[in-house]
C-alpha cells in the first residue's frame, strides 16, 4: 500500500469509526460527532473532493438508518460549510486554530440547523418566530459544544498521534 493509500485508508477509517457513534443513545441531546467528521475530513484529505465526499457519505450512510427529517438539507448544507472551515485550516493544524475552527463549526451548525428549523415549520415566519427559534436552540448549543470538542480532540488528537507513529501518514 502506498503512502498515499495509507493515508485515505486511515483517514475514511476514522471518521467511519466516529460516525458509528450516531447509533449509540448518549446521556445528552446533539453530542454527535457530526461537525467534527467535516471539519477533520477537510482538514486533512489533500484531495478536496475526498475531503466532503468521504465524511458526507458517513453522515449519509448513516443516516439511511438513523432517519431522515425537513431539516436535512439545512443540516447537510452546514456540514458542508464546516468543511469549508476545514480547508481553511489545512495549512495551520495547531491546538488554538484547531479549538476556533470547533467553535466556528459549532455556530455555523447551530445557525443553519435553526434556521432550518424555522424555515420548515408551520406557522408564521418573521423576525420575530426566528429569533425564538434560535432562543429555545440554546439549551441544546451547549451539548453540540460538548460533543463537536470530544470528537474533534479524538480526531485531530488521534491522527496526531498516529502521524508521529506511523510516517507513511505524514507524507501520503
Do not use: C
Amino acid at each position: 500500500m502506498t503512502d498515499k493509500q495509507t493515508r485515505i485508508f486511515v483517514l475514511t477509517g476514522m471518521i467511519l469509526a466516529v460516525a458509528l457513534v450516531r447509533f449509540i443513545s448518549l446521556p445528552f441531546p446533539n453530542v454527535a460527532p457530526i461537525g467534527a467528521m467535516a471539519l477533520f475530513g477537510a482538514t486533512y484529505f489533500r484531495n478536496k473532493a475526498l475531503a466532503f465526499v468521504v465524511p458526507l457519505g458517513a453522515l449519509l450512510l448513516t443516516d439511511v438508518f438513523i432517519g431522515f427529517h425537513g431539516v436535512m438539507p439545512f443540516v447537510y448544507g452546514a456540514f458542508i460549510a464546516i468543511g469549508g472551515i476545514g480547508l481553511l485550516l489545512r495549512n495551520n493544524v495547531k491546538t488554538g486554530n484547531v479549538a476556533l475552527a470547533g467553535l466556528a463549526s459549532a455556530i455555523v451548525f447551530f445557525l443553519v440547523s435553526n434556521f432550518g428549523v424555522w424555515a420548515t415549520m408551520p406557522g408564521p415566519k418573521n423576525f420575530a418566530t426566528l429569533m425564538l427559534t434560535y432562543e429555545l436552540g440554546l439549551p441544546f448549543f451547549r451539548y453540540t459544544l460538548l460533543g463537536d470538542f470530544i470528537f474533534i480532540s479524538v480526531l485531530f488528537g488521534g491522527f496526531a498521534l498516529l502521524q508521529q507513529r506511523v510516517p507513511a501518514l505524514q507524507r501520503g
